[in-house]
């Protein structure tokens, strides 16, 4: 059985042909639009890729919560310390979450909302860590060195 290539058809395996009970060629113009279909899906994958990127690069770089990460990534804290950190943050009720990492203020045990007195000595850990020194030494050591002074 021989199949002949006219302008208007291409030849089909006749496995194919079996299975789906029709003639053994199929019209050029219906594989063009079936082409013509999958290169428009892949096109629009490939957009919307570029797209999800420009804006997962866009908040990691110019994105309050971005800076935070930058910061707890930069200060090697792991998800415990950046979940702490993160309910600190909202305990406090800052409307930026990078400032737990400037204001001292935010893990001192004494100011310390309600909602975190329980988690008092990992606060203090992470003062700690953060911050290098414990809380109230820093005014010990000026208070001393100015009474030294006068």
């Known amino acids: 059985m ?6 208007h058809t291409l030849p089909v395996t006749p496995l194919l042909a079996d299975l789906y009970g029709r003639r053994s060629s199929i019209d050029t113009t219906s ?8 290169v428009l899906i892949i096109g629009v994958v490939c957009a919307a ?3 999800a990127h420009r804006a997962a690069k866009k908040f990691k770089h110019n ?8 910061l707890c990534k930069a200060h090697q804290l792991g998800r415990k310390e950046r979940a702490l950190l993160g309910q600190l943050a909202r305990a406090h009720n800052t409307r930026f979450p990078g400032e737990v990492f400037i204001n001292p ?3 001192h045990p004494k100011k310390l909302p309600g909602s975190m007195k329980a988690k008092q000595q990992e606060v203090g850990r ?5 911050f290098g ?3 109230g030494q820093s ?3 000026d208070g001393a060195k100015r009474a030294g002074k006068a």
């Open 2 to 7: 021989t199949h002949a290539l006219t302008a």
């Open 31 to 38: 594989l063009l639009i079936w082409l013509g279909l999958a």
């Open 49 to 51: 890729a570029i797209v």
């Open 63 to 70: 994105s309050h919560q971005g800076l935070f990460f930058g």
């Open 105 to 107: 203020n935010y893990l």
């Open 126 to 130: 992470l003062y700690m860590r953060l």
């Open 133 to 135: 020194e414990p809380q």
């Open 139 to 141: 005014q010990a050591k």
